[in-house]
């Protein structure tokens, strides 16, 4: 081997290791900025990862402004199935209650405030919902605030590892994108939406009427399934689908097996339709 290709191997070496050594300053310069940013120094919450989703023009801290009288309304138990729970201890949920309204319209009502007894709360925020899995960046920025309220306190948090918590909501989400069913029976001819109606909405179209059924939003699903067939036949008109397929006793009733079936799986997974549980997770 000539001195040249020697002196172009060393040269090649040399420009390779500044590389690798750049990219490891820059990866370590953001992951701090990241941090700071997010008021977190659990070094878990990045997971090494980019966020799903990156809105830095729209993630503005809410301010209470003149809003002293304001306080959070009461949350409904923050439930490990749905919410991703950090334990605070040290304070107490009323004394971070008075900022939590800011957390609240920050997080579109999703993040839940609840008592734990003495000087402990629970603070979450709602992973999964009709809209999927709460990104990333909203689950670092939502326990970075927790944390730094805690903090003004006196407190201290902890939660689960994020990477499980987000694990377990996806695979959540997948099931319940498979029982997040509508059931819709078109009355064409008749125009009276007044009929008596509990547990389905009625609403009117040009050719008629629209009875729909919000099955994991709606308790007792099979008899108000039942009502809703009765109702459709009281109207007197042609009952269809979407497809405007007419709709005879015997596809009704295929339909209420369905039904049925729905309410099972749901049940399966510990969510009883038009639960409060449910009311939260398919909203």
Request: net charge negative; hydrophobic share 40%.
């Amino acid at each position: 081997m000539t001195d040249l290709q020697i002196g172009l191997l060393v040269i090649g070496a040399a420009a390779v290791a500044a590389v690798l050594v750049y990219n490891r300053v820059q990866e370590r310069a953001i992951r701090r900025q990241a941090e700071h940013a997010f008021g977190s120094q659990h070094p878990d919450v990045l997971l090494g990862a980019p966020p799903e989703r990156s809105e830095p023009n729209e993630r503005r801290e809410p301010t209470l402004g003149p809003e002293p009288q304001v306080t959070a309304k009461p949350s409904s138990p923050a439930d490990p199935r749905i919410d991703y729970v950090v334990e605070v201890r040290g304070t107490s949920a009323g004394a971070i209650r008075p900022e939590w309204p800011a957390l609240q319209r920050r997080f579109a009502r999703r993040a839940v405030l609840t008592e734990a007894g003495g000087k402990s709360a629970q603070a979450a925020l709602q992973m999964v919902s009709r809209n999927g899995v709460v990104s990333e960046a909203d689950r670092v920025e939502s326990r970075g605030q927790v944390e730094t309220r805690a903090a003004a306190h006196g407190g201290q948090v902890s939660a689960p590892p994020m990477r499980e918590a987000l694990a377990a909501a996806q695979t959540l989400d997948r099931v319940c994108a498979d029982v997040d069913v509508q059931i819709a029976l078109h009355v064409l001819g008749p125009a009276d939406t007044s009929i008596r109606h509990d547990g389905f909405s009625v609403g009117q179209r040009a050719d008629g009427v629209t009875l729909l059924l919000d099955v994991p939003r709606t308790p007792e699903l099979s008899r108000t399934y039942a009502a809703m067939v009765e109702a459709a036949r009281r109207l007197g008109g042609r009952v269809v689908d979407d497809n405007g397929n007419n709709l005879d006793e015997r596809a009704l009733a295929a339909i209420g097996v369905e039904v049925e079936s729905l309410r099972g799986r749901l049940a399966e997974i510990g969510i009883e339709p038009g639960s409060p549980l449910a009311l939260r997770l398919f909203s």
